[in-house]
């Protein structure tokens, strides 16, 4: 676990997943369609990656990169194609109706 806040009121939230995709803006824009998520930081790395990103629903947020990135932890990530399409992190959302969220989840062709 990582903590880099001292103060948590400032977070929004004050557990933030975070995960690593093959094509992270690909995923960033289907996150946003699907789903509706706002982007609050997009920071590209080299070759068209992205070297971080934050992106808000409500009062949570989820942070992500691209897999390629390099770094002190890399090694203990995974991407689901690299490990037989399992997921080791799954993450939920709470909303007050899901079935329209659903709907829109659905109509969001996923292209990454």
């Known amino acids: 676990m990582m903590l880099f806040m001292n103060d948590a009121s400032k977070a929004g939230s004050v557990l933030i997943p975070s995960a690593r995709y093959k094509d992270a803006h690909a995923a960033i824009a289907w996150l946003e369609r699907a789903f509706g998520f706002e982007r609050h930081a997009v920071y590209d790395g080299p070759d068209g990656t992205v070297a971080h990103a934050e992106l808000r629903f409500g009062t949570g947020m989820i942070m992500l990169g691209s897999a390629t990135n390099p770094g002190p932890l890399t090694h ?37």
């Open 76 to 112: 203990l990530y995974a991407t689901p194609q690299e490990i037989g399409g399992r997921v080791t992190s799954p993450l939920y959302l709470i909303v007050a109706d899901c079935l329209p969220l659903w709907e829109r989840v659905k109509a969001a062709e996923r292209r990454w």
